[in-house]
């Protein structure tokens, strides 16, 4: 529903802007539409993040009432590897960590996840973060090589379109402005539909 009236306001704002109006006056409505779809993003940011925290509360109480022979996935743990950190485990201290600021920390977690554990949700989502992180921390080369396994290993997830959109940070970071004029320009094409693409267009907005 909120979508269809965002859609009916850029609608009714596209006719404004076909009547005389000033320059300023469609920058301006510009503007509010940009602003509209970043504040729609970070509704829907923090609600996946509450969903995401909600599902790993509950298998980990889930886990703790398995027995140590339970062979479900989601307790499941691998021979060689730190016994005592399940994948979901990992996955909320990583989360923790970086909630607390502890960057080194976080990173070791989800790093440790990438490299042991497969998880179509969970994988991508490390991968995503470390690429966070690594941006955070100037690592700008590893932050592309995290960003890119996500795009490429799940194409579909749903945090692919802002990983594309991170790639272009990246590029930008580092003074490539041909580099990440035309990522920004791949993600607003790509997924026109997806908040990732308004904040793209908002940089090279930002960029003219």
């Known amino acids: 529903m909120l979508k269809f009236f965002i859609s009916l306001a850029l609608v009714f704002t596209g006719v404004l802007v076909s009547q005389d109006q000033s320059p300023d006056d469609i920058l301006f409505l510009k503007i509010q539409e940009l602003e509209e779809e970043i504040a729609f993003l970070r509704s829907e940011l923090e609600s996946q993040a509450y969903l995401l925290e909600k599902l790993q509360n509950e298998n980990l109480d889930n886990a703790e009432k398995s027995s140590s022979n339970d062979?479900?996935?989601?307790?499941?743990?691998f021979e060689g590897i730190n016994d005592d950190e399940t994948i979901d485990e990992l996955y909320q201290k990583g989360i923790n960590s970086l909630n607390l600021n502890e960057l080194d920390v976080a990173e070791g977690a989800f790093l440790k996840l990438v490299e042991n554990y497969s998880d179509e949700e969970k994988l991508p989502?490390?991968?995503?973060?470390?690429?966070?992180?690594?941006?955070?921390?100037?690592?700008?080369?590893?932050?592309?090589?995290?960003?890119?396994?996500?795009?490429?290993?799940?194409?579909?997830?749903?945090?692919?379109?802002?990983?594309?959109?991170?790639?272009?940070?990246?590029?930008?970071?580092?003074?490539?402005n041909d580099e990440a004029k035309e990522k920004y320009q791949y993600v607003a094409n790509s997924y026109p539909e997806n908040t990732a693409a308004s904040l793209a267009l908002q940089i090279l907005e930002n960029m003219e």
Not at 71 to 77: E, G, K, L, T, W
Not at 134 to 143: D, R, T, W
């Open 125 to 176: 989502l490390s991968l995503f973060w470390l690429g966070e992180i690594s941006l955070i921390s100037l690592k700008y080369e590893n932050s592309k090589d995290y960003f890119l396994s996500l795009v490429s290993q799940f194409p579909d997830h749903w945090r692919s379109p802002l990983a594309h959109k991170k790639i272009g940070d990246v590029y930008l970071s580092q003074g490539l």
């Open 71 to 77: 062979n479900d996935s989601q307790v499941f743990r």
